[in-house]
């Protein structure tokens, strides 16, 4: 094509299409390239959306089968339509498709469908479908392609017995019983979701608890403990080894305290995390290397070792987060165009929407233990929280950490309901470097949820009103 490209963005996932309109705001000529058929990369089209709704039919299913009584709701017996349940996602994947393709539109962003490659740092080639190759020219371009699961050696996916996140998604019926690989945010996700619509769920996890590192130790304890209330059954410490299919049955093998035990399933979901997706990217014609993990190494412009290439996202270092790729999106095309783009990743909160919702955003208790800053704790039961308790939602707590001699907001954790709404409170008060005090002091609605992130301010100095 004879024109020539201001930025040409390689993925529309939340990075990638937030980072286009961000750049044609700023009066930048922007191409994005997709490699599938619809706009909004992994996480709208098989990942974040797809999940949660998933997550939220599946709570509806499970309170009006278990919870509607006490509060007075009698419906008699419960049935459930996989079916429709299954539309009903991608009703709301299309919705969200199509809402990025009319972004593009009104912002005038050209967008593309096929596979990206870098031909040179001013060239990308574009494979499509149809078997046709086409060339773009542009003055910079953006890696924002995401990532997808990690196999694990010995365990090949047959996308109906062993499945990834995006099988896992597909069932058209309800599993007997399915067998988890990894205690992760997308094994109990998912498993959450098949538990509540009647699967018998066992998660087997390499680590001795849920979530690995990543989370508050207390926060973590609690969480599996509600889970296995609901019934999901964990084996941790656990080294899978294989697995195999025979007559419609899943055999996972696994190593425990120096012994080989297996466990038989009708589906396998393997979901022990996400790798950097930089296949066949051309990243070796324009002499741009990937670190041992397989992320591109940026600089904090996030331009690469290569002058006038840029990457964000999951294919560079740092959490796999959606919200954090548009952040970084954003900060990245307002720095080229000389603006101070900011991302504080202190201040990105981490979000698990099972029942009950876990949210985190900052430190640590661990964390700042292990970089000795002395800090204080202030926490606060759902129990005690009257919106909690009419909605019969009552179990977790919120937690703020503070440093003990400043006041200021290190970290916080909630696990209870709603607690991805209850964070962002916190995560912008960790952004401005709030106080517990300023948040203590600041009126909260009653009754609502966000009283406990109140109480839980006011318990950093000792000073709860409701407990």
């Not at 990834?164 to 007997?176: N, R």
Request: hydrophobic content about 40%; some cysteine.
């Amino acid at each position: 094509m004879s024109d020539t490209y201001d930025l040409v963005v390689i993925g529309s996932g939340p990075g990638g299409y937030i980072a286009s309109i961000r750049a044609a705001q700023l009066g930048m000529k922007v191409a994005c390239v997709e490699r599938y058929a619809t706009y909004g990369g992994t996480c709208l089209n098989v990942g974040c959306i797809p999940s949660k709704a998933m997550l939220e039919s599946s709570e509806r299913f499970a309170a009006a089968s278990h919870d509607f009584a006490q509060h007075g709701v009698e419906i008699g017996s419960v049935g459930l339509n996989l079916e429709r349940m299954l539309a009903r996602k991608k009703e709301v994947v299309d919705a969200s498709a199509a809402g990025v393709a009319y972004l593009f539109k009104k912002n005038k962003i050209d967008g593309f469908h096929g596979h990206a490659t870098i031909k040179d740092v001013n060239t990308v080639s574009i494979a499509g479908d149809d078997g046709k190759t086409s060339e773009l020219s542009t003055k910079r371009i953006l890696i924002a392609t995401g990532s997808k699961p990690i196999q694990l050696s010995g365990i090949a996916l047959d996308k109906e017995y062993i499945v990834d996140s995006t099988g896992a998604l597909e069932f058209q019926a309800v599993p007997e019983h399915l067998v988890v690989i990894g205690a992760g945010v997308i094994g109990l996700e998912l498993g959450s979701v098949w538990a509540r619509l009647g699967a018998k769920v066992t998660v087997v996890e390499y680590m001795h608890e849920i979530f690995g590192a990543r989370m508050d130790e207390e926060l973590m304890r609690t969480a599996r403990k509600i889970f296995e209330k609901q019934g999901i059954e964990f084996v941790f410490k656990a080294r899978v080894t294989g697995a195999s299919v025979k007559d419609g049955k899943v055999t996972t093998t696994y190593e425990q305290d120096g012994k080989e035990h297996t466990i038989e399933s009708d589906r396998l979901l393997v979901g022990v995390g996400r790798k950097p997706y930089t296949d066949k990217l051309g990243l070796e014609n324009i002499g741009l290397e990937t670190n041992k993990w397989g992320f591109i190494p940026v600089d904090a412009h996030y331009e690469t070792a290569v002058k006038g290439v840029y990457a964000i996202g999951d294919v560079i270092p740092g959490p796999m987060l959606a919200h954090l790729a548009e952040h970084e999106g954003v900060a990245c095309v307002e720095r080229i165009n000389g603006i101070a783009g900011h991302v504080n990743y202190d201040a990105i909160p981490d979000v698990v929407y099972t029942h009950p919702e876990i949210a985190t955003v900052g430190k640590t208790e661990t964390q700042l233990k292990e970089g000795g800053v002395a800090f204080k704790v202030g926490k606060f039961p759902f129990r005690a929280n009257g919106r909690a308790r009419a909605l019969g939602d009552m179990d977790g707590f919120v937690k703020i950490l503070a440093h003990e001699k400043t006041d200021r907001i290190l970290g916080a954790h909630i696990i209870g309901p709603r607690a991805g709404d209850l964070i962002a409170e916190l995560a912008v008060a960790v952004e401005f470097g709030a106080s517990a005090e300023d948040i203590a002091r600041s009126s909260h609605a009653h009754p609502t949820l966000a009283e406990a992130v109140k109480e839980a301010a006011l318990a950093v100095d000792g000073r709860t009103l409701n407990l």
